[in-house]
């Protein structure tokens, strides 16, 4: 990788300003799941296991009005760490002014501090300014002031330019202190950035999920990488009816059947459709569901991929080296019809090859399907992993130092 990472820095005695991802559940001010939290430890402890002061910023949630401060407070998030870590977690409830300042010029060597829930900055004084999210260039600054280097390890908002990551690394770069990339982040774009831009071939894209015109950059950018690229989902339904085939009550669009028929035309040689799908006369998992071959009958719409579906798609994975997998295969969150997305998740993780899975129901659906362990890396960054497979530059990742 041509950007600084973690391990390139020498942080002993130095105040580490560290953007981390805790954008976690909380329920009654207790940290539901903590998946993300322990995500970010490999970093948070390199900072401290060698001597550093680990200064951790993160937003949680949205906040638009001086209400929803409370309730978006990230003290239960810097219990959970300190129960994670083992050690005392020092938290700031505010994330600017005198309290913070001190409070960061009295870290010790090894020790971590969590700054308030960096979306406090969104309302100031009962105004919804954003001085966060639209990157106030002041805030970046003041905040890279704090601190002696900047580790962004939060790639989930990697395609947004907020002051908290892109602020605080543009004006640290102005002041020649290095800007690098945390483990998470390292991860994510070795991955994401190998198996799109240097992948070991055959490469194979399975894409599906609910509509085309969410997925229309990505089908683009990968028409011009991969080997084939398997069609499954609801937008598999505005295909059929690019070409004509009845699609019953089943999701279309009708405003980009000319995209799909153009898509069909530039990958014709590439892309693969469900050669039948399991289908029912209503969106409810409570109804009887049968297996119809090509086109949809009236009064029936499809909700997964059928059993041949899936047997044509896993001949097309069986040789693949590298997969990269975004959106389901069906309406995965009833169980009539997951059966689609688990079959090629199971399939997947059997396969000797690279398999990358980005999006956030994709991610979402191989965890509770229970396929995503054997699988080679899921990716943390729903938004920020599509943009990165449409072939986007996300400014998190563009604001990183240069080695
Ligand atoms: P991701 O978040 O991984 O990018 P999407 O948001 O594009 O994925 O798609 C996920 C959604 O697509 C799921 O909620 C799923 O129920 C829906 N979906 C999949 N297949 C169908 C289908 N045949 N009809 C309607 N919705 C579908
Ligand atoms: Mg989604």
């Given amino acids: 990788m041509n950007k600084t990472i973690i391990n390139d820095l020498d942080v ?8 981390v991802d805790f954008n976690v559940p909380i329920n009654d001010g207790v940290v539901g799941d903590d998946n993300r939290i322990v995500a970010a430890l490999p970093s948070i402890k390199y900072v401290i296991e060698n001597g550093g002061k680990a200064v951790l910023f993160s937003h949680l949630g949205r906040i638009k009005s001086e209400d929803d401060k409370e309730g978006l407070s990230l003290r239960p998030v810097a219990e959970k760490l300190a129960d994670l870590l083992g050690k005392p977690v020092t938290f700031v409830p505010v994330t600017e002014g005198s309290q913070l300042e001190k409070a960061i010029n009295d870290m010790e060597d090894g020790q971590v501090l969590l700054v308030q829930n960096t979306r406090y900055e969104d309302v100031v004084n009962g105004e919804e300014v954003k001085r966060e999210s639209k990157n106030d260039k002041a805030l970046g600054e003041y905040w890279a002031s704090l601190g002696d280097a900047f580790v962004n390890d939060a790639f989930g908002t990697a395609h947004r330019s907020h002051a908290s990551n892109v602020g605080i690394a543009t004006a640290m770069e102005a002041n020649n202190k290095p800007v690098a990339a945390g483990y998470l982040m390292e991860k994510e774009i070795e991955f994401l950035g190998n198996a799109v831009d240097n992948p070991e071939k055959p490469f194979v894209a399975i894409l599906g999920g609910a509509k085309v015109s969410d997925k229309i950059g990505v089908i683009d950018h990968l028409l011009g990488k991969a080997d084939k690229i398997i069609i499954g989902g609801g937008m598999t339904y505005t295909f059929y009816a690019a070409q004509g085939i009845n699609i019953g009550n089943s999701l279309v669009e009708e405003d980009k059947i000319d995209v799909a028929k153009e898509i069909l035309e530039k990958g014709k040689d ?3 459709l469900p050669v039948d799908s399991v289908v029912a006369e209503k969106f409810s998992n409570d109804v009887e569901e049968k297996t119809v071959e090509g086109a949809i009958p009236d009064g029936y719409m499809a909700l997964d991929i059928g059993p041949k ?10 040789d693949a080296k590298t997969v990269v997998w975004n959106g389901p295969m069906g309406v995965f969150e009833m169980p009539k019809f997951a059966k689609g997305t688990l079959a090629i998740g199971k399939f997947l993780g059997d396969l000797d090859a690279i398999t990358i899975v980005g999006g956030g129901d994709s991610t979402a659906a191989v965890k509770e399907l229970g396929v995503s362990d054997k699988l080679t890396h899921i990716s943390t960054g729903g938004g920020a992993s599509l943009e990165y497979l449409e072939g986007k530059e996300l400014p998190g990742i563009a604001s990183l130092s240069d080695k």
């Fill in 12 to 19: 002993k005695s130095k105040k580490i300003l560290m953007r």
């Fill in 270 to 272: 590439q892309i693969i």
């Fill in 309 to 318: 579906s899936v047997e044509t798609f896993e001949d097309v994975l069986k």
